[in-house]
């Protein structure tokens, strides 16, 4: 079954098995933010495939890091005028946008994040239809646009009539799509995909003289990492260590950095945890080499999506303690890959932490937690969004299918 998704340059995708050489524009935040990785990893990870995919940001995101003949950058410029306070990202947005679909004849957009991405993408839709140009676009929610943006007064009309108008609609997990019918009057399916790990780059290393420097008694180490606001509640990870600490000799590593950063600083001073026991580490780009010398991961968040930054850990055969916020039981199975407990409760997450940190159970959630992290690997989830791209273009153009 032979589905033509355009008339550009004789290119044909074959509908229901592999298939290649879609054009994609992709919109994302290009900061640390999971978002933003999720958004530049699956691009780069189309790129390999073989199609060609573009990038529409205002700065490159931060993991294009690296040359591939397929993935392009175009950046929005936004010119400061006296005439305005804040510069107008979503128009310029939606113009750049515009621009780069007609002159790179893209198939879709793929715009990550709803605020002000959807927005901007139905601004150029429309504006390329009144040039004779069709081209859908879909929207993929990643939690606070929904959680915390989204629910804004302010913001809400215009986010419920952008994801309404998305030909497309995505989330990273089930209880996000909940959420999102729950506050938003949203007429169309969100279908579920969750975000995913690279195995290549997310794997144990032998970093052994690492784990030495830092543990030289060989104390368990225990490692956070978050952007440090104050929902990922920092100061929990800290409580948590100190009555760790009060049981077995451990060390602390907190890697990310933000707004509440001097706060937890302060606290992890003023506590018994002093000395070299809780170090930060501030943005690590190869995160994975910590993860590697790690023992337990701790996730604190009492809101979270999906939790990323727990699958690149358990991918890394490091085991979780996390609380059951958003979509973190669908991602940490209690008392497999690690434990689930409340948010807040300081004593169960220490608890847990010592059952998991026990030289006769270690192994076992180490095993445990990588074989939790291969379900969501990504040449399981690529294909998810390959197959979403082309029934979305297929829906929207009304092509036939012979």
Not at 209 to 231: M, P
Not at 298 to 325: H, I, N, Q, R, W
């Amino acid at each position: 079954m032979v589905l033509n998704i355009a008339d550009r340059g004789g290119r044909y995708i074959t509908y229901g098995t592999k298939y290649k050489f879609m054009k994609i524009g992709i919109v994302c935040y290009p900061t640390y933010g999971g978002s933003g990785v999720v958004a530049t990893e699956l691009g780069k990870a189309l790129a390999q495939e073989g199609h060609k995919v573009h990038f529409i940001t205002y700065s490159q995101p931060t993991r294009l890091d690296f040359f591939n003949e397929n993935l392009f950058y175009h950046e929005v410029d936004i010119k400061p005028y006296p005439l305005f306070q804040y510069p107008p990202y979503e128009i310029a947005l939606a113009s750049k946008m515009v621009d780069v679909a007609k002159h790179e004849k893209l198939d879709l957009f793929h715009v990550h994040y709803a605020v002000p991405h959807a927005s901007a993408a139905f601004m150029a839709r429309e504006i390329l239809k009144t040039e004779g140009y069709d081209i859908p676009f879909i929207t993929t929610l990643h939690g606070t646009d929904i959680t915390i943006v989204g629910k804004d007064a302010s913001l809400a009309p215009v986010v419920t009539f952008s994801i309404n108008q998305s030909n497309g609609i995505t989330s990273v997990s089930d209880d996000l799509r909940r959420d999102t019918l729950e506050h938003f009057n949203i007429q169309k399916d969100i279908k579920v995909i969750p975000n995913f790990i690279d195995l290549k780059r997310f794997k144990k290393q032998k970093k052994d003289h690492f784990k030495k420097a830092i543990c030289q008694n060989d104390e368990k180490l225990i490692v956070h990492t978050s952007n440090f606001r104050k929902v990922k509640r920092v100061e929990d990870v800290i409580k948590v260590f100190c009555k760790i600490r009060e049981k077995i000799p451990a060390k602390l590593l907190l890697v990310g950095d933000g707004p509440e950063r001097t706060h937890i600083e302060a606290l992890a001073r003023d506590t018994v945890c002093q000395g070299d026991d809780v170090r930060f580490l501030g943005k690590l780009e190869a995160v994975e080499e910590v993860l590697s010398v790690s023992d337990l991961f701790l996730m604190t968040s009492e809101k979270e999506s999906f939790g990323l930054a727990a699958l690149e850990a358990m991918a890394c055969e490091v085991p979780l303690v996390s609380t059951d916020a958003g979509g973190l039981p669908e991602l940490n199975k209690d008392g497999d890959s690690g434990y689930i407990c409340k948010v807040g409760d300081v004593d169960a997450m220490a608890e847990a932490a010592l059952k998991i940190l026990d030289d006769a159970n270690l192994p076992g959630f180490k095993q445990r937690a990588l074989a939790r992290a291969k379900v969501f690997d990504l040449k399981n989830i690529l294909p998810m969004y390959e197959e979403f791209y082309i029934q979305t273009v297929k829906d929207y153009k009304q092509v036939v299918v012979s």
